[in-house]
Every structure is written in C-alpha cells, then in structure tokens.
C-alpha cells in the first residue's frame, strides 16, 4: 500500500477534539508520510525550554493563536527535510498562514494532494478534550480555554476551508466513531480517491 502513494501530501483539518492528532499519525504509519504537527513541535520546545518554546508558551496556555511568524518557520524548516509525502496537523490556521504555504510549495515544487475536513458535534469535542485533560494534561485543556479555542476555529480556521474548497481539495468526512473506525472510514476514502 505505501510505495505508491510515497509523494502524497495531505492537510488533516478540523476542530480541536475531534481526533486529527491521533488519525494523523495513523495515517503517517499508514501511508508512510511524515507527520508534521505544529502544535506538538510548539510543546515539544516548551518542554526543552528553547526560545521558541518561551516565546509560544504565553499564547498556547490562553488558547491564542502562537505568531504566524512563529509557526511558519515551523512549516519551512521541517516540512521539506523529506523524502516521502507528508500530512499537516494543525496548520495552517489563518488564511495567512495558508497564502504562506502556497509560496513556499511553490518554491519546493510541491502540491496540496488532499484536505481532509474531521468532522464532529461541539457537544463531542468539548467531551474528548476534557477527557484529554485527564490522560494528557495539557495546559489549554482547560473549559474556558477550549471554548476560546474552538471561536478561534470558528472565526479565523474556518475561511481556511472556504480557500480550499474553491479549489475543490477537501474531502469532509465523519470523525464520530472510535480511532480505529474512523481510521478505516478515512483509509477508504483516501484509496478511493486514487491519488497520484
Ligand atoms: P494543537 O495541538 O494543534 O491543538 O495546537 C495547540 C496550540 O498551539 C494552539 O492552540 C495554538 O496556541 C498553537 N498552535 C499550533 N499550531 C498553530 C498554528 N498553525 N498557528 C498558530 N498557533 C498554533
């Protein structure tokens, strides 16, 4: 299954909750596709206590949005230290940041394959990242920083979809189920695309 789909690129987008994370590595084992994730590079500098961990831990811990500046040189540093396809998570997530990817594709050489839009009801997502809380304890898993999180989605991620959909790239799909359901329902998907 790997070999042939070795160069394709997917962007996994969607609310905070609803399991992009998670389907996200899946899909990296899966498809073997480097897996960038934004907001784990963001924690994983915190941890380390880098200049970049110190400058985003103010933003993450209110729910803000980290600097574009910030999280593009994120994309630019990591995301083409590859030989295979990768997925995005988490990013982009202003129309900025997705004008941004644009230029620096296009510099690469490289394309969007696909968008994958998880899907969930609110009521669900604010549930698993509370249930998140407890097994990962991560400092926005907060109630009133999740709703905070979740506006920003709405207000600012959201006309990230609309930029994508005029170029008909994005796939919704139903992110209720469990990991491995879902995982299924988006494998078959993917295939049924045939991308390549
Ligand atoms: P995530 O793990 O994707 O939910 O990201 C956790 C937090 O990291 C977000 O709430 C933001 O504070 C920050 N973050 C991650 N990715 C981005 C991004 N593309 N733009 C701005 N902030 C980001």
């Known amino acids: 299954m790997t070999g042939f789909y070795h160069k394709m690129n997917i962007i996994i987008f969607g609310p905070q909750g609803v399991g992009k994370g998670t389907q996200a590595k899946l899909l990296a084992k899966h498809y073997n596709l480097k897996h960038l994730s934004t907001g784990d590079v963001l924690r994983s ?3 380390d206590k880098t200049p970049m961990g110190t400058k985003a831990e103010a933003y993450i811990e209110k729910g803000e949005f980290v600097p ?8 630019e540093n990591q995301l083409f230290k590859t030989e295979t396809g990768w997925i995005l998570d988490g990013y982009p997530r202003n129309l900025a940041q997705a004008e941004y990817l644009d230029l620096v594709l296009d510099k690469a050489g490289q394309k969007i394959d696909l968008v994958i839009d998880l899907s969930a009801p609110k009521q669900i997502l604010k549930n698993r990242m509370m249930a998140r809380k407890e097994i990962e304890n991560r400092l926005d898993d907060v109630e009133q920083i999740i709703e905070r999180r979740l506006e920003l989605f709405e207000n600012k991620t959201k006309p990230v979809l609309d930029f994508y959909n005029k170029r008909k790239m994005v796939r919704t799909l139903n992110g209720v189920g469990s990991i491995k359901e ?3 329902y988006i494998i078959c998907n993917i295939d049924a695309l045939k991308l390549d």
């Open 45 to 47: 500098a915190i941890v």
């Open 68 to 75: 574009d500046n910030v999280v593009n040189e994120i994309i």
């Open 182 to 184: 879902v995982n299924k």
